[in-house]
């Protein structure tokens, strides 16, 4: 479980550095932070696959309208224009293209295969990319916090949300609406409490 985890990792922190329980919390956000900011990776690939829709979108006319070849053709291929009977058509057009439009595209699909490939790797926790990512985050995390204990720190970034489970919640939060055990755990911890599936960092005013 990810938020037991992650409380034994605020409870190691307090341990070693002999502070509250808020306090300890921010420092694990801080570890979580460290590891990368999930919306920022979230933001970067929505810009990617829009640019690469963009680019997809662009070569048809690329391959098959005769204004757009001709000029393609001119700056970037200088090869021979076919007679303007053998044009008349975007089929015509696309099969004069396609001898110097073919090579880019092939090599564009075979890139895109291999970017999936690799993506669907990432998802598989025993892969390769997975363990080399890991130890990665590993070496990351025990040169910028060498004074923790490195089996703790391991078995939090094991867990499958450690790079994304802190959200900050500053709206009070009704006692009703806590599960049980919450309320007393809160006010012994200075107002902020782990649980649920993910850590949150909840303040209790």
């Not at 963009?54 to 224009?81: K, Q, S, W």
């Not at 303007?84 to 110097?100: C, F, P, Q, R, S």
């Not at 990319?129 to 890991?134: A, E, V």
Request: with cysteine.
């Amino acid at each position: 479980d990810h938020s037991a985890r992650t409380e034994r990792l605020v409870r190691e922190v307090m341990h070693v550095d002999d502070t509250t329980w808020p306090l300890a919390a921010m420092q694990v956000k801080e570890m979580s932070d460290r590891l990368g900011d999930a919306g920022v990776r979230l933001w970067l690939g929505s810009i990617w696959g829009m640019a690469v829709s963009a680019a997809g979108m662009a070569v048809i006319p690329m391959v098959f309208h005769l204004d757009t070849a001709l000029a393609i053709n001119e700056h970037c291929v200088t090869a021979e224009v076919p007679l303007t009977k053998d044009l008349e058509t975007a089929l015509e057009v696309g099969a004069w293209t396609w001898n110097w439009m073919e090579p880019p595209l092939g090599t564009i699909s075979f890139v895109l295969l291999c970017l999936q490939w690799t993506k669907s790797q990432r998802g598989t926790r025993d892969g390769p990319i997975t363990w080399l990512r890991k130890r990665r985050q590993e070496q990351q995390l025990f040169a910028n916090y060498p004074h923790y204990s490195r089996f703790i720190l391991c078995h939090w970034l094991d867990s499958p949300v450690s790079r994304s489970c802190f959200h900050l919640i500053s709206r009070p939060l009704p006692a009703a609406s806590m599960p049980c055990g919450c309320v007393a755990r809160l006010r012994a911890s200075g107002g902020y409490a782990l649980f649920g599936d993910s850590a949150w960092i909840t303040a209790w005013r």
